[in-house]
């Protein structure tokens, strides 16, 4: 029951995914970036259905359970003919097809390529790191217990009086976080029949691995496969994102969803005919994110103003319109739950209710917090991203900034958005009500967590690709 | 010496290779002996010890819970492992409840509390915690 509470959801993902991309084979070049947005995308759509499972039958009882599988197994099965009776496709995969050609190991010793094995082994390691640390702490870090898993013990134990999951009367902290970890592991324990610790660790671990394979598979699809594993490498070399993905955190999911709004940016800049697809799936994206933590909502509001802001200057207004469409549309359903969730519930969230626009503007006009907040943002960055500090500098000496003017667009909205997003933070920490000094340095570290995988990739976007020998040959 | 693109290329993956593998490899190191020979989590060590004391409680109750603590962080923290390991009770920060949490360093002020609050002792959950409940008057 595990593999099938995992299996529906993720397979119809897979398959809406393919649909609207309209690939001319299922297997192809672009299955690997597919099956890991997939992933993501099924864990989200499962947490909405059983939230709306949850609301109108009262719990997520056999009935609901046995109706839900019904209900994706329909849901394959008309994606499965409607694929199955389509017309045979012409190729509009053509950019992404060079990279294979270009792509030679760019770190060989007697002919064994290194990079390649040394990818493969980083992948390893870090799947060893991340069992021994679960092995360690099979309940997940103090936000994992005190939050997320704590929720979703609450949703699966109370049964129909799964309300109580959001008394502010007892110590359940946070009532006002939404729900796709809670919500998608509830689900998982309502399959099995019990509330076994396996569903949480999976769900980590989902997440933690196809962040890297979604950053890896994007890399390789639009630039080439050394700079995909170059990429993932990086990313690799940050132990704290393994560490924090075991701990089952939402900062790991949350990532996910917003590197996923940024690579469908890319892809959509990379293949201009399937834009509205690509815009309507980073629309989902970037609700879900909302839908995992409630750094989303100012994700969502940034990724429309960037995106706004960046296409009606590079490209016009019509342009926007027609993109904007498409992203609402994938948006809107997801925002509509999580409408239904904050309204229906008496929550309230800590850092904006019950302030006085007094007690703001003070807290707004204190120079000093400015100083403590700008100090941790530096201080943080150097403890737990030295990596990154070394390695970018390097590699933009040795591979330069990329004058791929297919990209521009989706990198200045990423760039823009991700600047935007720790801007954003950053007053957030000016106006809140908790002891600075505590918050700061209690959540900063995660935060940074959670653009970090959009950071590298946008970083690696940026620069030319490796192994295209005439890039760096004729700088020589 | 000087080293051209290419080569600086090669020798920051190299080391991004190496770092990156020896940096999982110690980490898991240290997981590993962790998991071998501290003692356990502490969500595990709250689940072991409340899991019998969920049993004698009956559905629906709500439970007070509180501990001579309160001033060091760690009261949150047992506040919530608490109310982790015995949800779907609701495990609140008071001593009004029908059933009472109470952890005390202090026999003393244990003694104190159980005479104060007119508490009897339902079960030991370990040399400093236990479950009460009210007497009925």
């Not at chain 1, 690509?278 to 995106?307: P, Q, V």
């Not at chain 1, 519930?345 to 707004?364: C, Q, W």
């Not at chain 2, 290779?17 to 940096?23: D, V």
Request: charged share 15%; with cysteine.
């Amino acid at each position: 029951m595990l593999i099938l509470s995992l299996i529906l959801p993720i397979t119809f993902a897979f398959l809406l995914i393919h649909l609207l991309w309209a690939s001319p084979q299922i297997i192809n070049s672009q299955t690997a970036i597919k099956l890991f947005l997939s992933v993501g995308l099924g864990l989200g759509i499962s947490s909405l259905s059983y939230w709306v499972f949850l609301n109108l039958s009262g719990s997520f009882n056999s009935f609901s359970i046995i109706l839900e599988a019904a209900v994706f197994m329909v849901l394959i099965l008309v994606c499965a003919v409607i694929q199955l009776k389509r017309k045979p496709l012409c190729n509009i995969n053509e950019p992404f097809q060079k990279n294979e050609k270009e792509s030679q190991d760019i770190l060989t010793w007697h002919k064994i390529p290194f990079l390649t094995i040394g990818f493969w082994t980083a992948i390893l390691c870090t799947v060893v790191l991340f069992v021994t640390r679960t092995l360690n702490n099979p309940h997940g870090s103090w936000d994992a217990w005190a939050i997320w898993n704590m929720r979703a013990r609450f949703l699966y134990r109370s049964q129909e009086h799964w309300i109580t999951a959001f008394s502010s009367m007892h110590g359940c902290t946070h009532t006002d976080y939404p729900l796709l970890i809670p919500a998608a592991i509830s689900r998982i324990w309502g399959y099995i029949g019990s509330d076994t610790l396996h569903a949480p660790m999976i769900v980590a671990f989902l997440f933690t691995f196809s962040t890297v394979g979604l950053i890896v598979s994007a890399m390789i699809l639009i630039k080439n496969r050394n700079h995909g594993y170059v990429t993932g490498l990086i990313l690799l070399s940050l132990t704290f994102f393994t560490i924090h993905g075991a701990g089952q955190v939402a900062d790991v999911p949350f990532g996910f969803f917003v590197l996923s709004t940024m690579v469908l940016f890319f892809l959509k800049d990379k293949l201009p005919e399937k834009s509205a697809v690509f815009c309507f799936l980073a629309g989902m994206m970037a609700g879900l994110s909302a839908w995992t933590k409630n750094e989303g909502l100012l994700f969502i509001i940034i990724i429309l103003f960037s995106h706004f802001i960046v296409t009606v200057f590079k490209q016009g207004r019509a342009s926007y319109f027609k993109e904007i469409r498409p992203l609402f549309l994938g948006l809107s359903p997801v925002i509509l739950i999580i409408a239904h969730f904050k309204m229906n519930l008496d929550i309230s969230n800590d850092l904006v209710s019950k302030r006085s626009a007094e007690s703001l503007v003070k807290l707004l006009f204190d120079p000093e917090r400015y100083l403590i907040v700008g100090k941790s943002y530096l201080y943080y960055l150097n403890k737990k991203f030295l990596a990154i500090i070394i390695t970018f500098p390097l590699m933009l000496i040795a591979l330069k900034l990329s004058g791929d003017k297919n990209i521009k667009v989706s990198s200045t909205i990423s760039a823009l958005a991700i600047l935007l997003l720790l801007f954003g933070y950053f007053m957030i920490y000016i106006i809140t009500p908790h002891d600075l000094a505590w918050h700061v340095k209690t959540s900063l570290s995660r935060l940074y967590l959670q653009v970090m995988p959009s950071v590298v990739f946008v970083f690696f976007m940026l620069l030319n690709s490796i192994g295209r020998q005439p890039d760096y040959g004729s700088r020589k | 010496m000087t080293f051209n693109r290419p080569q600086i290329l090669k020798i920051v993956i190299a080391i991004v290779i190496l770092f990156t593998i020896l940096g999982s490899i110690k980490k898991a190191q240290k997981e590993w002996k962790d998991f071998n020979h501290n003692e356990k989590d502490i969500a595990v060590q709250y689940e072991e010890k409340l899991g019998p004391v969920k049993k004698l409680l009956p559905p629906g109750v709500n439970i007070g819970y509180t501990n001579d603590d309160k001033d060091s962080g760690k009261f949150a923290e047992s506040l919530y492992l608490t109310q982790y390991a015995l949800s779907p009770h609701k495990v609140m920060n008071n001593e009004m409840a029908d059933f009472i949490i109470a952890s005390f360093t202090n026999p003393a002020e244990k003694v104190q509390f159980i005479k104060d609050n007119h508490l009897s002792l339902v079960k030991d959950i370990d040399d400093k915690m236990a479950l009460y409940t009210r007497k009925t008057q």
